[in-house]
């Protein structure tokens, strides 16, 4: 049996397709006399459109990526689901004037024009393959892309069995694919690695019974939709194979995105997510069918990682875990830190972690993490369910600049019960925080995913939900069958209101702009540290504490702590010293005040990452006496440092 796996926009063009890697391996080791091919149409249209169009690395970008929640990649592939180059253009007009700048508006009516044409051509492209079988995964913004070419192809070829599966095929949304196209014979819904290769070997072995297979959608009686109920358990972690990623980056390496990306190597250690299994984030929707945390074994992980370096000799690796299995630190990547491999990887962690953990991150090459970081206050935190305080994920973006990691977050708000006076204090202190990894983007509001408590839970504070716009201006369907295949969903805004969120975002779009030139450090010499800062709010340079009270707090406040723990830690580590909680609160204050220190919900946690390289040399001319003022450099001429100067 001759499968062709299809992976077309918007898909990613720096990463091979995980899902469809699986699935080749799956099909060649599963399916007796079966075999399967991977088609890169998302490196074919990069080819095709920049040879008719100024199109870039950037607009691939923000049609795959960055529009997501617009709905724009999805809505340039409608035209060709339709037959209609001037596909709802109107809608589309009236509904992003204000959302998109004017070139992009043009750019996205330009493409929506064109790739009817491009889904002809590929479709043809699949038809002469002369597979048995064709499977188009649909992740994020590829549903249309996806439907429109197994239209395209049922059209030339009706004898070629049509299948799709991915992530906008889970639970109800592949029910809808199902009913709603008749052009698509099967929709995997759920883990497909399992179900797909049942499923052509029940084609291969002619069997009309399908019933039996988890989650599957296929036609009874005159073409009607059946689909079978989702299977009850998640895949054991033993039977998920590692992707088959041959011809991806040879596919690359012909293709004018070659000059666009740097490729990356995607590896999957486990599913599922283990604070999800205890304490579902209020506005999460990912793993969509199954939380179960589930995780490969070390072994296992480890030799599929060096397999996929040495195969590919590609060092750029993205775990796509939802959540770094904890025991990996002990196993997987002290080998990996042994290996010599200089290895760069990607990975979602908690933000709660130890700085010794997260320096173990980093030797193993980690230095890209998304810690699960929204907000910087308690009380919104806690209105998410994510389990962690304000002061543990400012520590976090302390700890990762110390340990060389760049810290990748979002800052959300609209949660129902939040307000003003949640953000206030925050908006106070970005600018201490400046030194420190800014958030990817502006606030955003948030969004209601499908499968999230928000969504599933209307007594949360979301109820009468609706489709996002951009479905109905998408599909031709009526609203309750957009209701099934609609993944985010319109709801009345809750929360802030929009003089915080520009309050916010104003302090968020200074971080972001100052950060590269801001800095704070922090120097432990034992009898004495040093602090020294560049940052645009606070007007000193170089800072020394050499009260041993003080200095017993400052260490003291590596982790959050409240004014009371504090002053009975100090009072047992500076004995004889008159130490009481509102001296301890008077000095927090002035740390505050002077950018030392974050507070929120009653603690407080230093905000001074360990000094490293050129620090150290400043440090060097401090403890010889020499006056920094006479330096060159940022600052010099500004700061001279006395003898004795204490915060």
């Known amino acids: 049996m001759r499968v062709l796996l299809v992976n077309m926009p918007w898909s990613p063009i720096d990463l091979p397709s995980l899902a469809l890697g699986i699935l080749k391996r799956s099909v060649d080791e599963h399916v007796p006399g079966g075999s399967a091919e991977v088609l890169h149409a998302n490196l074919e249209f990069t080819d095709w459109i920049t040879r008719r169009t100024e199109f870039t690395a950037e607009d691939y970008e923000y049609y795959a990526l960055s529009s997501y929640f617009l709905g724009c990649g999805d809505w340039v592939f409608s035209s060709a689901l339709y037959d209609d180059p001037a596909w709802r253009e109107e809608e589309f007009t009236a509904a992003m004037s204000g959302k998109l700048r004017a070139s992009r508006m043009r750019m996205t009516k330009e493409l929506h024009r064109q790739v009817p044409e491009f889904v002809e051509m590929i479709a043809r492209r699949i038809v002469e393959y002369a597979p048995d079988v064709v499977g188009f995964t649909s992740t994020f913004q590829q549903n249309t892309a996806a439907l429109a070419a197994a239209r395209h192809v049922k059209r030339l070829a009706p004898h070629i069995v049509t299948v799709m599966g991915g992530a906008n095929c889970d639970a109800e949304q592949g029910a809808a694919v199902h009913r709603t196209f008749p052009f698509v014979d099967h929709v995997i819904r759920g883990e497909g690695e399992a179900a797909f290769p049942a499923l052509l070997t029940a084609l291969a072995d002619g069997a009309t019974d399908l019933s039996t297979i988890p989650g599957l959608c296929h036609r009874g009686a005159e073409g009607a939709s059946v689909a079978n109920p989702m299977a009850t358990t998640p895949l054991p972690p033993a039977t998920i194979l590692p992707p088959d990623y041959s011809g991806y980056f040879e596919r690359l390496a012909s293709s004018v995105a070659r000059n666009w990306v740097e490729p990356k190597l995607v590896v999957e250690g486990a599913r599922g997510c283990w604070w999800g299994e205890k304490h579902h984030c209020t506005f999460c929707g990912l793993n969509g069918s199954f939380m179960q945390f589930r995780s490969k074994s070390p072994d296992v992980f480890y030799e599929e990682i060096m397999d996929l370096a040495r195969r590919h000799r590609v060092l750029d690796m993205y775990v796509v875990d939802n959540i770094l299995d904890m025991g990996y630190l002990s196993t997987v990547l002290p080998r990996i830190i042994d290996s010599g491999y200089d290895l760069r990887l990607h990975i979602e962690i908690k933000a709660n972690m130890r700085r010794s953990q997260l320096r173990t991150l980093s030797d193993a090459g980690l230095i890209y993490v998304q810690p699960g970081i929204e907000s910087l206050n308690s009380r919104v935190l806690d209105l998410m369910d994510k389990g962690v305080s304000g002061c543990q994920n400012v520590r976090m973006l302390r700890d990762g600049a110390e340990t060389g ?78 209701h099934d295949l609609a993944y985010v969903f319109e709801a009345p805004e809750r929360g802030i209101g929009e003089a915080t969120v520009t309050a916010l975002n ?28 560049r940052r645009r709010a606070f ?31 100090v009072a047992a580590r500076v004995p004889g010293e008159a130490v009481d909680e509102d001296r301890v609160r008077d000095l927090l204050l002035r740390w505050v005040g002077l950018g030392l220190v974050f507070t929120d919900a009653g603690q407080y946690v230093h905000l001074a990452p360990a000094a490293v390289n050129g620090d150290l040399l400043r440090l060097d001319f401090m403890r010889h006496g020499r006056d920094l003022a006479t330096e060159d450099g940022p600052g010099a001429g500004t700061d001279p440092v006395p003898e004795e100067l204490t915060v």
Request: proline content about 9%.
């Open 405 to 482: 990691l760049s810290v990748s977050w979002n800052y959300l708000h609209g949660f129902p019960g939040e307000t003003a006076e949640d953000y206030d204090p925050v908006i106070a202190q970005i600018p201490a925080l400046e030194h420190l990894n800014p958030p990817v983007d502006l606030s955003a509001r948030i969004a209601i995913e499908r499968f999230s408590p928000y969504f599933n839970r209307p007594e949360l504070g979301f109820s009468g939900l609706r489709p996002e716009l951009h479905y109905r201006f998408t599909y031709d369907l009526p609203e309750e069958e957009l």
């Open 506 to 533: 104003d302090s968020l779009a200074a971080w972001k702009k100052h950060h590269a030139g801001a800095r704070l450090t922090q120097t432990d010499l034992g009898d004495r540290i040093v602090l020294v800062s």
């Open 539 to 569: 007007a000193w340079r170089t800072r020394q504490l050499t009260d041993p009270y003080e200095i017993a707090l400052f260490r003291l406040l590596d982790q959050p702590h409240t004014p009371q723990a504090l002053a009975r830690k």
